[in-house]
T-cell receptor
Framework: NAGVMQNPRHLVRRRGQEARLRCSPM?????VYWYRQLPEEGLKFMVY????????ESGMPKERFSAEFPKEGPSILRIQQVVRGDSAAYFC????????????FGPGTRLTVT | GQQVMQIPQYQHVQEGEDFTTYCNSS?????IQWYKQRPGGHPVFLIQ?????EVKKQKRLTFQFGEAKKNSSLHITATQTTDVGTYFC???????????FGAGTTVTVRA
C-alpha cells in the first residue's frame, strides 16, 4: 500500500510564474490536508478537502492560492504569480476519517522562488 | 482561534540524558497527537492521546495528556543520536477536526 505521494519533490519558479503541487492520498483515504512549513517553523494548516469539496480553506491566503481535489486524480495546490515569500515546504497529508487518528504525510514539495 | 504552543523551541541534549518537551493549548482538546520530523524529512505520526490524564509509552518515549486536556508532554529517557529531529504536538479542539500544530521542539544530541 503506497503512502501519500507528492510531486514534484523540488520545484523552482521565478517570481510571477505559477506553481502546481500534486498530492495523491493513501489508497482509501478521502480526506486531504495541505500544510505549509517555513524554515525553522511548524506546520501551518492551509486547506482541508474531501473529494470534490473544499471543507475548510481558512488557512489559505485569499489571493493567488487555490486547491482542488477532483473526483479522479490527485489533489492540486496551485499558487499563481509566485513571490519569494511563497518559498517553503508544502506538505500534504491524508486520513481515512476527519479529525480522528493520525494524518499520513507525504514527503513534501520544496518550492523555491527565485 | 486555537493556539498550540511548545517549549522549548530547541533542546540540546547530551547522549544518554533525559529531557522533556511540553505542549500547551489555549483551548480544551479532544485529542493530542505527536509527530517526529527528521531533518529534511516529513512528519511521521508517533502517537495519539485521547483520555484525560492518559499516559502512553513507546520504548524510551513517554507521552502524557493533562487532566484538563489542554496540555501534553513528551519525555525521552537515555537520549540517543537517533532521537535527533523536531517533535511536534498537534491538537484538535472539541467538535472540530482541524489539527493545530505547535512550532515544534528541535532536538540535537551531543555524542
Amino acid at each position: 500500500n503506497a503512502g501519500v505521494m507528492q510531486n514534484p519533490r523540488h520545484l523552482v519558479r521565478r517570481r510571477g510564474q505559477e506553481a502546481r503541487l500534486r498530492c495523491s492520498p493513501m489508497k482509501g483515504h478521502s480526506h486531504v490536508y495541505w500544510y505549509r512549513q517555513l524554515p525553522e517553523e511548524g506546520l501551518k494548516f492551509m486547506v482541508y478537502l474531501q473529494k470534490e469539496n473544499i471543507i475548510d480553506e481558512s488557512g489559505m491566503p485569499k489571493e493567488r492560492f487555490s486547491a482542488e481535489f477532483p473526483k479522479e486524480g490527485p489533489s492540486i495546490l496551485r499558487i499563481q504569480q509566485v513571490v519569494r515569500g511563497d518559498s517553503a515546504a508544502y506538505f500534504c497529508a491524508s486520513s481515512p476519517f476527519p479529525g480522528e487518528g493520525e494524518q499520513y504525510f507525504g514527503p513534501g514539495t520544496r518550492l523555491t522562488v527565485t | 482561534g486555537q493556539q498550540v504552543m511548545q517549549i522549548p523551541q530547541y533542546q540540546h541534549v547530551q547522549e544518554g540524558e533525559d529531557f522533556t518537551t511540553y505542549c500547551n493549548s489555549s483551548t480544551t482538546l479532544s485529542n493530542i497527537q505527536w509527530y517526529k520530523q527528521r531533518p529534511g524529512g516529513h512528519p511521521v505520526f508517533l502517537i495519539q492521546l485521547v483520555k484525560s490524564g492518559e499516559v502512553k509509552k513507546q520504548k524510551r518515549l513517554t507521552f502524557q495528556f493533562g487532566e484538563a486536556k489542554k496540555n501534553s508532554s513528551l519525555h525521552i529517557t537515555a537520549t540517543q543520536t537517533t532521537d535527533v529531529g523536531t517533535y511536534f504536538c498537534a491538537g484538535s479542539p472539541l467538535n472540530d477536526y482541524k489539527l493545530s500544530f505547535g512550532a515544534g521542539t528541535t532536538v540535537t544530541v551531543r555524542a
